[in-house]
């Protein structure tokens, strides 16, 4: 199988690498400064050049405050450039392995109240941000091209490569005595170690549609920057706070935990609490 990944020097991209790396699986990683995927007269031609069998797009546009500045260009990574790669994948029969967000979901009080295992796999989407807009039209654009696809929804992704909140947050507890997170948006981390090990689960296996992927449990962030600041040990004045108190240019949901049953019933998959992965992703970073 002659397998590319597009965005391969960002978070997931990396994590990709490494796993196929180690499975001594055949592969080619792109990353941006190689290929800019909004470039689609280059990416077409790169495809044709590499004629790969499965495209596993890495590539995103994922500031989530910087969206609402600039909307359009989260857009044309986003939205566009996966329209153009979905377009590729129909026409050579290929398949496209994409990832997307929980932000497409709007996370109002009735939805918190009506899933307590979180949104399924084809619950109405809504996004409150310019960013889970963004991702909602690549999404779209997956759909209606008719290529088999593998559209695989993570949320608050973590991993021992580029930038995430675990690092972010023991980053500032580096300067800092007291830190203010907000205890009001509900969720679940997925931690790209296992990401990466059960969406190659859904490959081998020829799955194809949406599905969630997360590790278990249902959190918020101040839930999870508790935990972080416990298994790291370090001593921190931790003041959990409502989203008004922590103004962000970005609107998150209040509610965005991602139900997991379906991919629970594919064997060979195997998800973890949250709090497992936490450790396990900070054996990785030695913490
Ligand atoms: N991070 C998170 O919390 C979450 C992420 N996701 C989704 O998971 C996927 C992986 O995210 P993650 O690895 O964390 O994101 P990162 O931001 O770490 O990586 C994205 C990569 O895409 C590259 N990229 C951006 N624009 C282009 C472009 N025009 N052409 C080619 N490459 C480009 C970036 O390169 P450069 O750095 O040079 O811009 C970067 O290497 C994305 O689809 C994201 O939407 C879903 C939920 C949560
Ligand atoms: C740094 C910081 C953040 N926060 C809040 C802001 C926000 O509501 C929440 C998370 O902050 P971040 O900005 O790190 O995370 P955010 O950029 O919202 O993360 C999102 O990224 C995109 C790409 C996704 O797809 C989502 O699944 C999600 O992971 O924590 C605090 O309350 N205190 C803090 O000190």
């Known amino acids: 199988m002659r397998i590319l990944i597009t965005?391969?020097?960002?978070?997931?991209?990396?994590?990709?690498?490494?796993?196929?790396?180690?499975?001594?699986?055949?592969?080619?990683?792109?990353?941006?400064?190689?290929?800019?995927?909004?470039?689609?007269?280059?990416?077409?031609?790169?495809?044709?050049?590499?004629?790969?069998?499965?495209?596993?797009?890495?590539?995103?546009?994922?500031?989530?405050?910087?969206?609402?500045?600039e909307p359009e260009k989260a857009h044309q990574v986003n939205g566009e450039a996966v329209r153009n790669l979905a377009d590729y994948c129909a026409n050579k029969n290929i398949k496209l392995v994409h990832f997307s967000t929980d932000y497409v979901f709007p996370g109002t009080e009735e939805d918190m109240q009506e899933l307590p295992h979180g949104y399924t796999e084809d619950h109405p989407t809504n996004p409150v941000n310019a960013y889970g807009e963004s991702k909602l039209a690549g999404e779209k654009a997956i759909r209606e091209?008719?290529?088999?696809?593998?559209?695989?929804?993570?949320?608050?992704?973590?991993?021992?490569?580029?930038?995430?909140?675990?690092?972010?947050?023991?980053?500032?507890?580096?300067?800092r005595d007291e830190l203010k997170v907000v205890n009001d948006q509900f969720g679940c981390p997925s931690f790209t170690k296992n990401v990466v090990e059960n969406s190659w689960e859904l490959i081998d296996q020829k799955e194809t549609g949406i599905f969630h992927l997360t590790s278990t449990g249902k959190i918020t962030w101040y839930d999870f920057a508790s935990e972080i600041f416990k298994q790291a040990g370090v001593r921190i004045n931790l003041e959990p706070v409502d989203s008004s108190e922590f103004p962000t240019k970005a609107k998150r949901p209040a509610f965005s935990l991602l139900s997991t049953e379906k991919i629970t019933n594919i064997s060979g998959v195997s998800l973890i609490e949250w709090e497992e992965g936490l450790k396990l992703m900070l054996a990785e970073l030695k913490v």
């Open 7 to 69: 965005g391969g020097s960002g978070q997931l991209g990396r994590e990709w690498v490494g796993y196929l790396n180690r499975k001594e699986v055949e592969f080619i990683s792109l990353p941006s400064a190689d290929l800019d995927i909004t470039d689609h007269d280059d990416t077409n031609r790169v495809l044709s050049n590499l004629r790969p069998d499965l495209i596993i797009n890495c590539a995103a546009y994922t500031k989530v405050d910087q969206a609402e500045a």
């Open 145 to 175: 091209s008719g290529c088999d696809f593998l559209l695989i929804r993570v949320s608050w992704l973590c991993g021992k490569y580029g930038s995430n909140f675990v690092k972010t947050m023991l980053k500032l507890a580096e300067d």
